[in-house]
């Protein structure tokens, strides 16, 4: 019989209670300032529902895709050089290490987890069967908002309900998504896979 868990943290119970005292104390203030930062928050979580990773790294801040680029892609070089070649097999897939070297950060994002999701089903399932619902919203500055979304989806065989934060930042003018808590664990337990294969 699957069990259902629920997640909730101090900090994000803070996050909540903070925000419904912004807009209890804003009178009659809308969100309405706030909605192209929400919008782009939206759209990324519909993005990742649907595992369009390509449409998800165009709302991405360009400094978080940079940062998850260097991360995995200073291991892929680890384990090339331990042979010198100049290609390397990655999930059953030949990747030529001077493509990925002049990739851009998007495109480097968007084909890994597209490789990554096309082989790991049940993750591919937990993501496309992701349900949200946005709870509150919170501005740390004119340049930085938080959004708290309620999340269900399934892992494995539990269904999980939790809160999360998620954030948006004013970029070049543009509002960017943060990425994402979850995509960035799926990008850590990467990390973590090939630095097990280099030692």
Known sequence: MKKHARNLSLVVG?????????????G?????????????????NKALEDLNFKVYADLVD?????????????EIEAMAARTKADSIKLFDRDFDLDDMRQSDPRDFFANLMETIFAISPELGRSFSGMQTRRVGIVAENDSTIHVVVATHMEVGQKYVDEMNVSTARLVDGQWKAAMSPKIEGVGMMLQQSLQMQTR
Do not use: N, W
Request: charged residues 20%; proline residues 2%.
């Open 14 to 26: 803070l996050i909540i209670i903070a925000a419904i005292a912004i807009i209890a104390g804003c």
């Open 28 to 44: 009659g203030q809308s969100d309405k300032t706030y909605d192209d930062a929400v919008a782009v928050v939206d759209q990324g």
């Open 62 to 74: 360009p400094t978080d895709l940079a940062r998850f680029k260097t991360m995995i892609f200073t």
